[in-house]
């Protein structure tokens, strides 16, 4: 999977993560959840989700920033975000996200190593 570089005024930069983050809990609250809603509940940001598998009680997400977002602030952006809009489906089920989250860096030759990881979630 060949993802775009990001250009700035002054840099070139070609960053992507693997993000896990799991709901309170364990709780299996992402039944019916779709990857659609953390795309949409992320676009006002720079972030681009190339790929996500949303489990039961977790999430996996290949994502690409900006070198000016940290991974504890793309953390920040995702289960705020993704909260905020799971709340307005769930209304009274929503416990949240876990405190917790795991994030890696990937290197480019990785990237479809990860890409295939989290596709085949479902399977495992």
Not at 41 to 60: F, N, Q, R
Not at 79 to 88: D, L, P, Q, T, V
Request: hydrophobic letters at 35%; one cysteine or more.
């Amino acid at each position: 999977m060949k993802m775009p570089y990001i250009y700035h005024n002054h840099s070139v930069c070609l960053l992507a993560y693997h993000f896990v983050t799991c709901t309170k809990k364990r709780k299996p609250e992402l039944e019916g959840i779709s990857l659609d809603l953390f795309k949409q509940a992320v676009s006002k940001y720079p972030l681009t989700i190339h790929v996500g598998e949303v489990m039961p009680d977790h999430i996996h997400l290949l994502i690409q920033a900006p070198t000016t977002f940290s991974p504890a602030y793309i953390a920040k952006i995702i289960k705020g975000c993704s909260s905020r809009a799971i709340g307005k489906i769930r209304k009274d089920n929503w416990n949240g996200w876990s405190t917790g989250y795991f994030v890696t860096s990937t290197g480019g030759v990785a990237t479809d190593t990860v890409k295939a990881y989290i596709e085949n979630q479902k399977n495992d």
